[in-house]
């Protein structure tokens, strides 16, 4: 099944060690999208790719990178993390307005800890 | 950016109750989805509906692009419907935004 994947499903880093997480996607998506969702709180954007092109949120902290070498692959990548960014992070996919939209997809999510 | 407000924030029904929940925009948009979070964390897709009505067995809804609102309504609410509901929205810049979320309790 076209699905996005994203690994590893729960992620401990120690504060301010640099930590990636991954997500990859089957449905040939032209745009991919990274949220953080912290606890009770609603998905938050971070940033998103179109194609290869990069759109940062303009409140997203500059220690939050992402990187897309591929279609099917995009990471993000914590630079410093600190006890605030533990999160569960979502990895979402969406066709772009180019290719027949039909909404986002969204991967299982990765739960970050930070001790 | 857009904003979108949903309504009520917190719901306890009794199980077989039906129920109607709200999601408000602020401006035009060119997607909108209704997610229900289950407790693991993972975001199930109930409708991508920017215009229109749609239904999906027990569950409905209904988005009035003009007036900036759209419905999701249950019907014989069921315990394995608790969770959290989103509404959420996108614009024309690939951007989806979400509401804080209806958390919905059926009590057997």
């Known amino acids: 099944d076209a699905m996005v994947i994203q690994n590893p499903r729960y992620q401990v880093t120690q504060f301010g060690k640099p930590v990636t997480l991954s997500c990859s996607q089957t449905l040939n998506h032209n745009v991919m999208y990274w949220y953080q969702q912290k606890s009770s709180q609603a998905p938050k954007l971070l940033f998103h790719?179109?194609?290869?092109?990069?759109?940062n949120e303009a409140d997203t902290p500059d220690n939050f990178q992402s990187r897309r070498p591929n279609t099917s692959f995009c990471f993000l990548d914590i630079r410093s993390p600190g006890l605030g960014d533990a999160a569960m992070y979502l990895c979402a996919t969406s066709g772009g307005l180019d290719r027949g939209y039909y909404g986002y997809t969204f991967g299982s999510g990765t739960r970050l800890t930070v001790v | 950016g857009i904003q979108v407000e949903q309504s009520p924030p917190d719901l306890i029904l009794q199980e077989g109750a039906n129920s109607t929940l709200r999601c408000n925009f602020s401006d035009s948009v060119n997607n909108l989805q209704w997610f229900h979070q289950n407790p693991w964390g993972q975001l199930i897709n109930l409708f991508y509906i920017p215009s229109g009505t749609k239904q999906n067995g027990r569950l409905s809804a209904t988005t009035v692009a003009t007036e900036r609102y759209s419905l999701l309504y249950i019907s014989s609410s069921q315990t394995t419907d608790s969770g959290v509901y989103f509404c959420?929205?996108?614009?024309?810049?690939?951007?989806?935004?979400f509401g804080a979320g209806t958390r919905l309790t059926v009590k057997p």
């Open positions: 959420a929205v996108d614009s024309l810049n690939n951007d989806m935004r």
């Open positions: 790719y179109y194609d290869k092109d990069f759109n």
